[in-house]
């Protein structure tokens, strides 16, 4: 369980925030219902303002496994993004990810677009 910034749930809530056993028995609920479902864990990653120190898990039916979301926790690919605000991470020669984010504002995304793809094409030729 992650609070994000601006929700109900982190403004209204912060004794809950600090129930560590809640959260814990929140996931462990949580687990037992996908098992009995008929789903499996497949990946973990810890996020930014998780609680109770604990991981943020994917459940999945046999089968049905994201490759996307092992990509992305295991960082092997570049991810190319499209859109406003969208944040592309593309990967060096040494095994890190250097970020590119979008603009947020349609008319510098819409004004600036033939900068944007050349920054990522140099991006990609660089890291190939």
Do not use: W
């Not at 929140?26 to 219902?33: A, D, G, R, S, T």
């Not at 810890?46 to 120190?53: A, E, L, S, T, Y």
């Not at 095994?95 to 094409?121: A, V």
């Amino acid at each position: 369980m992650a609070y994000k910034k601006k929700s109900e749930l982190t403004r209204e809530s912060s004794e809950l925030s600090k129930d560590y056993d809640l959260i814990r028995k929140m996931h462990e609920v949580i687990k037992q219902e996908c098992q009995i479902a008929g789903y499996k864990p497949y990946y973990m990653y810890r996020q930014k303002n998780i609680k109770g120190n604990s991981e943020n898990v994917g459940f999945t039916l046999p089968g049905k496994e994201s490759i996307y979301n092992m990509v992305i926790i295991e960082e092997l690919e570049s991810i190319l993004a499209c859109g406003l605000g969208a944040s592309s991470k593309i990967k060096t020669d040494d095994s890190r990810h250097e970020p590119h984010r979008n603009f947020k504002s349609l008319e510098e995304y819409k004004g600036r677009m033939d900068e944007i793809i050349k920054h990522k094409e140099e991006l990609l030729k660089i890291n190939a």
